[in-house]
């Protein structure tokens, strides 16, 4: 027959045995270690040096003074002495110092549960941490709420050159990235492979301005989904930015957009047109409008494009684009239809001059027109005498640079007329 029990080693009573009560004293003390084990300290080492009656500690594999040559025992102080109790295999303790729960595997005391969710190597929920991973969780979704206002989700890096990011992932391999990686520059990173990536969008962390493949590289950029610039093809900017320059007026694929024109641009511009403006507009593949406007503001054209070919150049009629110019030789008006209209008053030679019946000024006076006529072109000339009865004007057109014009009169006069003159042509 055992003389105790195999767990808890308590003493059994044996048959005629004197003194009963004390080893049923003794089964009940160790009971009352065993059970709801609590001690005062985890691999204590030197007993305290006045201890309460019924205080417990879990021993380390070293102690010293009278708990000396007792490692991994359990330590009871009981009736003003020790009580030695070896823990088996599984047994529970709680560390009363720390609040934590400890369980007995082989020669250690191993923790359960820490009293605070504090300084973890890793929580998995339905899932394993691992060294990098330190949280894990395996689940549909995941909540992150607020406590009665709002809430933020915080990542938080060491330096500039680290990385502070979301990665979206497929079958673990890398397909979205967003954050600031490698500088404080916040980007957002596509790969299709996880291997190769494409920075899509980069906002720059000084001024705030983006770039990326999803912006346009430069303002002639056209290619399609990506987003416009402020000044892109020439829209939007605001006088200090570059206007993108018209390579050739008659290229059919030009984009949409406001451009200059210099006089190192190709193709066909409206007549007499120099250096300007042109905003185009596209319909489709093959149709575009243009919109020429000279730098001289003299010139306001538009054209069409359609079945593969170009329309003339065709004015803008309109007071608001009419030109009016005086100078010492008259004053000129041109319309944008090509119309141009030359006036100035002239004093004539008197006609005195005998010329056959009739009489004649010395000689004709020349009236160099204010601003020339269509090279190629003569204006139609003619006069009117403001104050002088009896006299009449011969006309001569001339070129498109000048006219000239004699004073007749049927009986010599001796004073000079004064009359007004007017030549009507083309300019264009």
Same mark, same amino acid.
């Not at 080893?23 to 040096?49: C, K, M």
């Not at 009419?322 to 944008?336: F, H």
């Not at 006069?383 to 004007?393: E, F, L, Y």
């Not at 070129?399 to 000239?404: E, F, W």
């Given at each position: 027959? /055992?003389? *105790? ?13 004197? *003194? ?23 691999? +204590? ?32 102080? =009981? ?47 339905? @899932? ?11 689940? /549909?979704?995941?909540?992150? #709420? ?9 990542? #938080? ?43 899509? %969008? ?10 990326? +493949? ?41 984009? !949409? ?40 503001? &003299? ?21 608001? #684009? ?8 008259? &004053?000129?008006?041109? !319309? ?6 030359? *006036? ?36 139609? %000339?003619? @006069? ?26 049927? *009986? ?11 030549? =009507?042509?083309?300019?264009?």
């Amino acid at each position: 027959m /055992q003389d *105790q029990s195999p767990r808890l080693a308590l003493p059994f009573l044996l048959p005629s045995q004197a *003194q009963k009560h004390v080893t049923h004293n003794e089964a009940l003390s160790r009971l009352d270690i065993a059970v709801q084990l609590a001690v005062e300290g985890i691999a +204590a080492a030197t007993p305290p040096a006045l201890p309460e009656d019924g205080q417990v500690w879990a021993l380390g594999p070293a102690p010293t003074g009278a708990w000396a040559g007792q490692g991994g025992a359990l330590a009871a102080f =009981v009736n003003e002495a020790w009580l030695f109790m070896v823990p088996g295999e599984g047994w529970l303790a709680l560390d009363k110092s720390s609040g934590r729960l400890f369980r007995r595997a082989g020669a250690q005391w191993l923790p359960i549960a820490p009293q605070l969710l504090d300084n973890l190597e890793g929580v998995g929920i339905n @899932a394993s941490y691992d060294p990098i991973n330190r949280l894990a969780v395996s689940a /549909q979704a995941t909540l992150l #709420n607020h406590e009665g206002g709002g809430h933020q989700l915080k990542i #938080n890096k060491a330096t500039a050159g680290d990385t502070a990011s979301l990665l979206f992932q497929t079958g673990f391999g890398g397909r979205a990235e967003m954050g600031t990686s490698g500088s404080d520059d916040f980007a957002i990173k596509l790969s299709a492979d996880g291997g190769s990536w494409t920075t899509a %969008l980069s906002l720059d962390a000084a001024s705030g301005l983006a770039s990326g +493949a999803a912006v346009q590289a430069g303002a002639l950029d056209a290619t399609p989904g990506r987003l416009l610039r402020s000044g892109a093809f020439g829209w939007g900017q605001d006088g200090a930015q570059a206007v993108p320059l018209l390579a050739d007026l008659d290229d059919p694929a030009q984009p !949409s957009g406001s451009y200059a024109v210099s006089a190192a641009t190709q193709g066909t511009r409206p007549a007499g047109a120099g250096a300007g403006g042109c905003l185009v507009l596209r319909q489709g593949t093959d149709a575009l409008a243009q919109v020429f406007f000279g730098a001289d503001g &003299a010139t306001l054209a538009f054209r069409l494009r359609a079945g593969g070919a170009w329309g003339g150049w065709q004015a803008l009629h309109g007071g608001h #684009n009419v030109s009016r110019e005086t100078g010492p030789d008259g &004053a000129v008006l041109r !319309s944008p239809d090509g119309t141009q209209i030359c *006036q100035h008053v002239l004093t004539l030679e008197p006609p005195a001059v005998a010329s056959g019946a009739l009489h004649a000024g010395g000689a004709e006076t020349v009236w160099t027109y204010p601003a020339p006529f269509a090279p190629g072109t003569r204006p139609t %000339l003619t @006069a009117s005498p403001t104050a002088a009865p009896g006299v009449w004007v011969t006309a001569r057109a001339g070129d498109g640079v000048s006219g000239a014009l004699l004073a007749m009169a049927a *009986q010599p006069q001796a004073g000079a007329p004064e009359v007004v003159v007017t030549a =009507v042509g083309r300019w264009a």
